[in-house]
DNA sequence: ATGGTTGCTTAGCAA
């Protein structure tokens, strides 16, 4: 079982890339943020003609997030537990074949001065209660998405320059610290231990062409999940070419 | 050096 998380930064504008990355890599189940659409203009048609159910959350402009599967999930949850009615897009929820997936597009957080910044922070608390009140880490389950935060050193390239500033402070190392204290392992770094491994990239001042990237998407395993965790690959290529998104998919292949 | 680029929406915000 091919499992993707893909930061695809506006659905609509990515839309031909999506659609050719998905009949090439061909993932069971992708976890997709930004899709910064509606429900009603989504593109149902073209994502289904793909092959996929698509299972969307979806928001006017901004954040939005979704699972592109090859076959439908079962228990759909959109939204934190404790979500405002007219909250952010951020997270969905769903099973598939017995492994439970929760995607989520965490808050950017802007700056460390920015009244973003404690947003989240917030957010991120909040995350870890869905994960006391929802989910069991005993089971297969897998957290992914778009994290925003570069777990290490070794998650960025200059940790001396960037370290407190946003994607890269303590105060959000130590939330995602704790979100994986809940029972999740790090799926990528179970296989690849280098440092350079960067799955976004700003789209100013070359950052991609200089190596300016962060590891901040990321597919976090309960144990069970773990143990059939064959592979992780950061698909680095999906950043060259025409109209690329600023993030890259991470695939997992799950021995399911 | 508070820049730079992309997307949504149409000048300014978000990332």
């Known amino acids: 079982m091919k499992i993707a998380t893909w930061n695809v930064n506006s659905i609509r504008a990515r839309l031909p890339r999506v659609l050719a990355w998905l009949s090439k890599a061909q993932p069971d189940v992708a976890c997709v943020q930004e899709i910064k659409v509606e429900d009603a203009a989504f593109p149902r048609a073209e994502i289904e003609a793909a092959g996929y159910t698509a299972t969307i959350f979806g928001q006017k402009t901004y954040n939005g997030v979704a699972f592109f599967s090859k076959t439908a999930p079962t228990d759909v949850e959109r939204g934190l537990h404790d979500d405002a009615p007219d909250s952010h897009k951020r ?137 059939a965790c064959r592979a992780v690959t950061i698909e680095r290529d999906e950043r060259k070419g025409p109209q690329p998104s600023d993030h890259v998919p991470v695939v997992g292949d799950f021995g399911l």
């Open 91 to 227: 997270l969905i929820a769903a099973s598939f074949g017995g492994v439970r997936i929760v995607n989520v597009y965490v808050p950017n957080g802007e700056s460390v001065t920015s009244e973003k910044f404690p947003f989240k922070l917030k957010w991120m608390e909040r995350l870890r209660a869905y994960l006391d009140a929802k989910c069991d880490p005993s089971t297969p389950l897998l957290l992914c998405g778009d994290f925003n935060v570069a777990p290490e050193d070794r998650d960025v390239y200059d940790p001396e320059k960037l370290r407190g500033t946003v994607l890269f402070h303590p105060e959000e190392q130590a939330r995602l610290a704790s979100i994986c204290g809940f029972g999740l392992k790090d799926a990528f770094r179970m296989h690849h231990p280098e440092a350079g491994q960067y799955t976004w990239w700003d789209y100013r001042g070359g950052a991609f062409h200089r190596g300016h990237g962060y590891r901040i998407d990321h597919l976090l395993a309960s144990e069970p999940l773990a143990r």
